[in-house]
């Protein structure tokens, strides 16, 4: 079910186009087509073979935009479909692809991310090259 119209336009993204959780088990979904008349969010409820999938339109605004929140929590996939055509499409800006970059998209909680990087020191100075060219 989308948040109304009133509810979206209070939202704070951090980002501009993309899935991102606003609440335990809600999304908000952008994506930037200016040339499309309708956009679906199409959200697949489960991975069972055969099972269907659920269809949300998103709303346009002037800048080409489409946009509206959805109950779709971290792990949920999802595909857009445009100007109600058959074949679905993966998120341009989504975070995971578990089936790679031809198959649907997945909703994640970057705060549940587990950092194992802290002991890293980075690059060194040494041996880098700074090159600059001007034509």
């Not at 991102?20 to 969010?41: C, M, Q, S």
Request: with cysteine; net charge negative.
């Amino acid at each position: 079910m989308l948040t109304t119209k009133r509810e979206i336009g209070r939202i704070q993204r951090r980002y501009p186009i993309g899935a991102e959780l606003i609440g335990e088990n809600e999304t908000y979904f952008r994506v930037w087509a200016p040339k499309a008349r309708h956009i679906d969010l199409v959200l697949e409820e489960s991975r069972v073979k055969d099972s269907r999938p659920t269809f949300h339109p998103l709303e346009a605004n002037e800048a080409g935009y489409f946009s509206g929140a959805v109950n779709a929590g971290a792990g949920a996939r999802y595909w857009f479909r445009v100007n109600n055509a058959q074949n679905f499409y993966p998120d341009p800006a989504s975070r995971f692809q578990p089936d790679g970059p031809h198959g649907s998209s997945c909703i994640v909680d970057p705060t549940e991310f587990q950092w194992t990087d802290s002991e890293w020191p980075g690059i060194t100075l040494k041996g880098q090259i700074i090159y600059e060219m001007h034509i």
